[in-house]
């Protein structure tokens, strides 16, 4: 049976026809601009409206679970202009298949500009990703057989050590610049230029970091640029042409309008709002110069704006605005140096948790900072417990990097100069409140009321003081393979196997192929082409109800097909920000809609280890830096799910109710799920896996089942 394809002209056959074959009418073509032939055929169009047939390659290979033949490869390598000749490889190493193109250039003065960055570039226009070499490598000729045909057993095979990381080194000095930031947030040995930003570990939590410090270095980068260009190579091509977006460096005043997910705290209308919290516990790892560490946390309470907010409530509801700067720095310093290891620990809690009571919205203030010294032999704590309001995770990383700025240059008799502010949190809220009435989301509604509410009356109280927590830990290993091996297979993210191994576990223990979730995320996508946030303190935090279901699927175990169906599904428009918009800061929207009301939460947050990079100062403490909200507040969700990677290691807290759930329950949940993660995992390493969704070829259009249409003409059995 004949199929439609597109055609790339081949100069290999110009001119030539196949004896056996006759010459097909255009008619016979389902439409212009495509080519018709049986698997492995040749053909192409002429000029009086036939097709001649060219041939037949069988020369074949499977790379990633994809059947990719050499011939199309080569074909495309030759349309290059500076290319004359071309022959495609596949190298075999233990467990891994690349591919290898050698190449003739046309002789001539200009050289390939760039050799394997150029060719690379070029052929991304032209075939899909999987059929790109990993190596070029350039020959005065090809060698030939007796018969006159490529010897490809003669071809030069690349030096072992490249072709183990097709490691390419910086050529300039914006590339290099580019090596060392990414080295240094992905906590890698080394980094080549052609690396893929992804398939090192990144994600996009690790992006924001890499935009923050490359606009420190004076390169300006946007989020979706990284996105697109995920190599250095790529990025550097385009990074020097990106106008530099201004933002405010003076102090920031006046009043800020609320935020979605300042309205959906303020929604929740907790017992106690002045204690919902986030705190971080540092070790001090030299002695401390509490004059320094006084001049560091003031000048952060001027960089940052979002740390001088407060909010009021009045007849419509609550109000946040910009204090004025003040003096004062909310540090307070302890001396426990003569209690013993025990007795510090335990008072070090106390006062933990009495410092968590002590913020107030409106009245007092929104962060505290506690220095505890336990002597000569041990390394001092240093506590910051901040408002949830004003922070996130994100946050967290800018605020610790800037204290460590400051308080180095103190320490080496310099000035404080801190890197120049991003967008302000007063200008993105006021975007988001002109954004929410414009007509890119006025059609938003329709989509949340076509949902059902699955709102269930809870007849017992599910309260902070009744939550219990388990962890499930993943091991180095495992998670080292889920950050850098895992996403080539599917073109994925971490969240897309977290939550396809959640699915199948609940589905196995329910029976429902369903699952709905409130989805947590960052929040920091690139709404807007003239801000940057990549350095913005705040709360920026994005929650979306998603209905993840593996219903369409013959085998929910199938771990391939599960992944792509739950990836597609996780595809949501602008990281489902239109959706938060629309429904609290959007002024005419129906009041009379019915909402999703999910009673589980999922949250990744990222990469831990990557907080505090390269510090001589600070890194985390393990003991607990107290109770960040009031015991008596209601908790949103029955169950509650936090992912983030500390040590290496991928640690999945599962909170809950002792009221609404058996501690066995979850324990036998959280083992199921690990399981099913691990044979993700595992799968994902394999030489069968591998595969493409509609959203990786966005532009096209297309169904799964079109798409699988499509790729099956390379990849068959």
Not at 189 to 215: C, K, P, T, Y
């Amino acid at each position: 049976e004949l199929t439609a394809e597109k055609f790339i002209p081949n100069p290999f056959f110009e001119g030539k026809t196949s004896p056996q074959s006759p010459l097909l009418t255009k008619e016979r073509c389902a439409a212009g601009g495509m080519r018709l032939y049986k698997t492995g055929d040749k053909v192409r169009y002429l000029s009086d409206g036939t097709i001649e047939y060219l041939g037949r390659f069988d020369n074949q290979v499977k790379i990633r679970g994809f059947r990719v033949e050499l011939g199309e490869v080569e074909t495309a390598l030759c349309q290059h202009p500076q290319v004359k000749e071309a022959v495609v490889i596949v190298q075999k190493q233990e467990n891994i298949q690349r591919l290898i193109a050698y190449y003739v250039p046309v002789v001539c003065r200009d050289e390939i500009h760039g050799d394997s960055t150029n060719l690379r570039s070029f052929l991304s226009d032209k075939i899909p990703e999987y059929l790109i070499p990993s190596i070029f490598i350039s020959l005065p000729e090809l060698p030939l057989t007796a018969n006159g045909k490529v010897n490809r057993r003669a071809l030069p095979l690349p030096d072992i050590i490249t072709s183990e990381s097709n490691f390419v080194a910086p050529t300039n000095l914006l590339e290099t610049t580019l090596t060392q930031i990414w080295i240094d947030i992905l906590r890698v040995e080394q980094v080549g230029i052609n690396d893929n930003f992804f398939e090192l570990g990144g994600d996009s939590i690790l992006a924001i970091q890499i935009i923050s410090r490359a606009n420190q270095a004076g390169i300006q980068i946007t989020p979706k640029q990284l996105f697109q260009y995920q190599t250095i190579a790529e990025l550097a091509a385009v990074v020097t042409h990106t106008p530099l977006i201004q933002a405010e460096q003076g102090i920031i005043k006046g009043s800020v309008p609320l935020t979605p997910i300042q309205h959906w705290f303020f929604e929740q209308q907790k017992v106690n709002p002045h204690h919902f919290n986030q705190a971080v516990l540092l070790k001090v790892k030299t002695k401390i110069n509490l004059n320094y560490l006084k001049k560091a946390l003031q000048e952060l309470l001027l960089h940052h704006d979002a740390l001088r907010l407060r909010f009021k409530y009045n007849e419509s509801g609550w109000e946040q605005f910009h204090l004025e700067p003040s003096s004062e720095v909310p540090l307070t310093y302890f001396d426990l140096s003569q209690l013993n290891d025990y007795k510090q620990q335990k008072v070090i809690t106390n006062i933990a948790n009495q410092i968590q009571k002590t913020l107030n919205l409106s009245t007092g203030t929104v962060i505290r900072v506690a220095l505890f010294n336990l002597g000569e032999n041990q390394a001092s704590r240093l506590l910051f417990v901040i408002h949830h309001l004003v922070i996130d995770g994100v946050s967290w990383r800018i605020l610790l990097s800037d204290l460590q700025t400051a308080y180095e240059q103190l320490s080496q008799g310099k000035p404080i100069k801190l890197p120049l502010k991003t967008t302000s949190f007063k200008q993105w809220s006021e975007y988001l409140q002109t954004y929410a009435n414009s007509d890119e989301i006025s059609n938003f509604s329709s989509h949340i009321n076509s949902s059902k509410s699955e709102n269930h009356t809870n007849k017992f109280p599910n309260t902070i003081a009744t939550s219990e927590q388990i962890d499930i830990i993943l091991s180095p290993q495992y998670t080292q393979a889920l950050l850098k091996q895992v996403p080539q297979a599917y073109n994925t993210q971490i969240n897309d196997i977290l939550l396809t191994a959640l699915v199948q576990t609940f589905a196995q223990q329910t029976g429902k192929t369903s699952l709905l979730i409130d989805l947590e995320g960052h929040g920091r996508s690139e709404l807007f082409e003239n801000l940057n946030l990549s350095r913005t303190v705040g709360w920026f935090t994005n929650i979306v109800p998603v209905n993840l279901d593996l219903a369409e699927l013959q085998d929910i175990n199938n771990p391939g097909e599960a992944i792509k169906c739950i990836k597609e599904q996780l595809r949501i428009p602008n990281n489902g920000i239109d959706y938060n918009v629309w429904r609290y800061l959007k002024t005419d929207k129906i009041q009379s809609i019915t909402l999703l009301t999910p009673e589980i939460s999922f949250n990744y947050l990222g990469q831990f280890d990557s907080m505090l990079t390269a510090s001589n100062i600070f890194e985390l403490a393990k003991e607990s830096s107290g109770l960040t909200q009031d015991i008596n507040s209601e908790r949103p969700y029955l169950l509650e799910i936090n992912g983030s990677i500390i040590e290496e290691q991928l640690k999945l807290s599962w909170t809950y109710s002792k009221h609404f759930y058996d501690k066995s329950v979850i324990d036998n949940l959280g083992e199921k799920y690990l399981e099913a993660l691990i044979k993700l995992i595992e799968h994902c390493q394999s030489p069968e896996s591998g595969g493409y969704t509609p959203s990786d070829f966005s532009l096209a259009e297309l169904e799964q089942n079109q798409l699988d249409d499509i790729l099956g003409q390379v990849d068959f059995e």
